[in-house]
């Protein structure tokens, strides 16, 4: 098992400069992430800074052992955008979860992940107001779901998403 990103992991690189880092910037478009598994980030691990472009893939079936069973997003600023995330699994969040990080998650289909479809962590403390990361126009619908107390929404941007038909 990978400990992180099953099927994908984008990290800075630390070898050109070990007190700067690199960013990793890919882009991941028209993709088939699926059967993938990890400690964290079954499907794709972002973090250290990555600014990856995430766009028009089917992830599905991917599982994590603690977090993320799709997609995991650490310190990172990813662009997640027309995927359909299914059928994913993990301790903490099926689909996404998000942790100090600033993802763009707009226009995708997150459904029938166990447990938690989006799971929104807390993000970095920043001096623009307006830098709330977006959550726009999302289907989450069917994903089991559990309360938990911990989940921040403070400095996120959710407007129009169809979220309908989770349990618990």
């Not at 699926?34 to 995430?54: H, K, P, T, V, Y």
């Not at 942790?99 to 459904?111: F, R």
Request: aromatic share 8%.
């Amino acid at each position: 098992m990978d400990l992180f990103g099953g099927g994908i992991l984008c990290c800075s690189s630390w070898e050109a400069e070990p007190s700067y880092g690199v960013p990793s910037n890919p882009t991941i478009d028209h993709c088939l992430i699926a059967n993938n598994n990890a400690l964290s980030g079954g499907g794709i691990f972002c973090m250290d800074e990555s600014e990856a472009q995430i766009t028009n893939n089917t992830i599905v079936d991917n599982s994590a052992f603690i977090d993320g069973g799709a997609v995991y997003v650490q310190g990172s600023s990813p662009t997640i955008t027309n995927n359909v995330i299914a059928h994913n699994s993990a301790l903490d969040s099926g689909g996404i979860l998000t942790w100090y990080g600033t993802p763009s998650i707009i226009n995708n289909t997150i459904v029938h992940n166990r447990p938690n479809g989006l799971y929104l962590g807390p993000t970095p403390w920043t001096r623009d107001q307006d830098s709330s990361p977006p959550v726009l126009n999302n289907i989450i619908w069917e994903n089991e779901i559990y309360s938990s107390s911990s989940v921040s929404l403070e400095g996120y941007d959710i407007r129009f998403n169809n979220i309908q038909g989770n349990w618990k």
